[in-house]
T-cell receptor, first 111, second 108 residues
Framework: KAGVTQTPRYLIKTRGQQVTLSCSPI?????VSWYQQTPGQGLQFLFE???????NKGNFPGRFSGRQFSNSRSEMNVSTLELGDSALYLC??????????FGPGTRLTVL | KNEVEQSPQNLTAQEGEFITINCSYS?????LHWLQQHPGGGIVSLFM???GKKKHGRLIATINIQEKHSSLHITASHPRDSAVYIC??????????FGTGTSLTVIP
């Protein structure tokens, strides 16, 4: 069974631009969560989707948004990028809310 | 204020040593996860606990709900165990919070 995939793996953007990251969960998994990891703040929870509905949201500004499609694939969008948005963005999928399976992450650099 | 406290931050051990990493949290939880992150960023979920104890190979995780405390033990440590270990907690309000991680180096 294929693991969680994330695209792109690396991304360089400039301040003010927007970015869309994609996550394809393990087949059959309906829950997808997104996390941001930075050296200063560590891992932080962004949001969680289940069956196309946002189930939980972390403490991030409205510039961070996401969605989930009917095939469980998820995207997250960050608008008006700031230097501080440079981070590793991880998604994880879950079957029934138990063990989380993480993707390799997208490393975003904002210049 | 960090809702999840992890200790120690850094740990160096000789191969074969018994290792303990601790995690304390502040309020009621629905589940606690132990994660392992290797250099390069890949994260693997080691355990999910809501009570008691779980064992997988040389790894053992315990949780004491009353004391709001969990420990991850590694028996007979090996250099391949070198990684960052992260405690993650899902509070009953369903928010996820993470510890700052414990960087483990096992020396041959």
């Amino acid at each position: 069974k294929a693991g969680v995939t994330q695209t792109p793996r690396y991304l360089i953007k400039t301040r003010g631009q927007q970015v869309t990251l994609s996550c394809s969960p393990i087949s059959g998994h309906r829950s997808v969560s997104w996390y941001q990891q930075t050296p200063g703040q560590g891992l932080q929870f962004l949001f969680e989707y289940f069956s196309e509905t946002q189930r939980n949201k972390g403490n991030f500004p409205g510039r961070f948004s996401g969605r989930q499609f009917s095939n469980s694939r998820s995207e997250m969008n960050v608008s008006t990028l700031e230097l501080g948005d440079s981070a590793l963005y991880l998604c994880a999928s879950t079957l029934g809310g138990f063990e989380q399976f993480f993707g390799p992450g997208t490393r975003l650099t904002v210049l | 204020k960090n809702e999840v406290e992890q200790s120690p931050q850094n740990l160096t051990a000789q191969e074969g040593e018994f290792i303990t990493i601790n995690c304390s949290y502040s309020v009621g939880i629905s589940a606690l996860h132990w994660l392992q992150q290797h250099p390069g960023g890949g994260i693997v979920s080691l355990f999910m606990l809501s009570s008691g104890k779980k064992k997988h190979g040389r790894l053992i995780a315990t949780i004491n709900i009353q004391e709001k405390h969990s420990s991850l033990h590694i028996t007979a440590s090996h250099p391949r165990d070198s990684a960052v270990y992260i405690c993650a907690v899902r509070f009953t309000g369903n928010q996820f919070y993470f510890g700052t991680g414990t960087s483990l180096t096992v020396i041959p």
